[in-house]
């Protein structure tokens, strides 16, 4: 499946997943309200094998093909490696 990426100007590290290029209409309005506008970033071809760097893409898929969109969130600092302190002095 084609897929669409977009990137909130208003909420750093969010994205939505959308089938069709500029088609926000599957968008709740809260959702719209809170988050846009939005950024085109990319264009992938999506395959439930296909390897994503936060997203499992099985649940991408699922959630297009019931809702219509996917919404991704930046990770918590208990998901994410990189907001630990490393030891390090830097």
Do not use: C, I
């Amino acid at each position: 499946m084609l897929v669409h990426v977009y990137k909130s100007l208003k909420r750093a590290d969010t994205y939505v997943y959308l089938p069709r290029r500029d088609d926000f209409s599957a968008l709740p309005d809260a959702v719209q309200a809170r988050l846009a506008p939005w950024q085109w970033v990319l264009e992938v071809a999506l395959t439930p094998e296909r390897k994503l760097a936060r997203e499992n893409p099985r649940q991408v898929l699922e959630n297009l093909a019931e809702r219509g969109f996917h919404l991704q969130f930046p990770p918590s600092a208990a998901q994410d490696p990189m907001s630990h302190d490393w030891g390090t002095d830097a």
